[in-house]
């Protein structure tokens, strides 16, 4: 009897090492390395376009092998302990903590195809939709400005005074800045161009960072928004930005801090 139990206990722990045994790829001076582990690193490496294979396998066992190495000799050495090297752990893990935050959280409430092409047509439905056909001249003083302002009023052509214009861009072009939405010009210039008529001249001049300048609208158009294929991509990404500022403040909202 006695020898039927020895004989019994001795098969299950043969069995239960080999299960032990399964579940580690290699033990590194008594600290194993599991098999999970392993499976993690190849799914990594696949994920980045590398073939699962034998011979993948084998190199990242022995990489991780490798690795388990060198950290225990570091840990021997003491260096976890030294502020500097804690500091780097420390920093690490909460880059990694928050990564895996934000794909939590995006995975939760992240962004539909119905979401982003309901944003792409309220942003196109909007004012900025519309384009402006518009001239310049650009000039240091304001008396200037309204020395040229004056010379319109008279019958002055605006093409011909526009060669007087430090614009070199559009002077040699009777101040012509082609077709444009308002977002593309600096504020006072923008605020004054769309609130003019068709055909009409600023009869005030404009003051900007650049100088003062005499505007005058020449045409406008709906703009031809971009096709959707196009930009939901990046429209797409612009929307998970927002979703997860959205998110951060709502955590920064809610958290105590003294």
Not at 64 to 71: G, S, T
């Amino acid at each position: 009897m006695k020898s039927f139990q020895k004989a019994f206990l001795a098969a299950a722990l043969v069995s239960f090492g080999g299960i032990a045994a399964a579940q580690n790829i290699a033990v590194v001076n008594g600290k194993p390395i599991t098999r999970a582990r392993a499976d993690a690193f190849v799914n990594e490496l696949t994920k980045q376009g590398q073939q699962d294979s034998p011979q993948l396998q084998a190199l990242v066992r022995q990489e991780l092998v490798d690795r388990e190495i060198l950290v225990q000799e570091a840990e021997r050495r003491g260096l976890p302990a030294k502020p500097e090297v804690k500091f780097q752990l420390d920093n690490v893990r909460q880059q990694v903590l928050i990564n895996a935050l934000v794909q939590d959280q995006l995975a939760k409430s992240g962004v539909s195809d119905a979401d982003v092409k309901a944003e792409y047509d309220r942003l196109t439905k909007s004012d900025s939709g519309k384009e402006y056909r518009a001239r310049h001249i650009l000039v240091e003083k304001e008396d200037e400005a309204k020395s040229i302002i004056d010379k319109l009023k008279k019958g002055g052509k605006f093409e011909d005074l526009a060669k007087q214009s430090k614009d070199p861009g559009s002077a040699s072009k009777g101040g012509d800045l082609d077709w444009a939405n308002a977002q593309s010009f600096v504020e006072p210039f923008s605020k004054a161009m769309v609130a003019l008529e068709k055909g009409k001249f600023t009869e005030t001049p404009v003051q900007t960072q650049f100088g003062w300048h005499v505007i005058r609208l020449d045409d406008t158009r709906a703009a031809k928004p971009p096709e959707f294929d196009q930009v939901k991509d990046q429209l797409a990404e612009s929307m998970k930005r927002k979703k997860l500022q959205d998110f951060q403040q709502q955590l920064k909202a809610k958290a105590k801090i003294q």
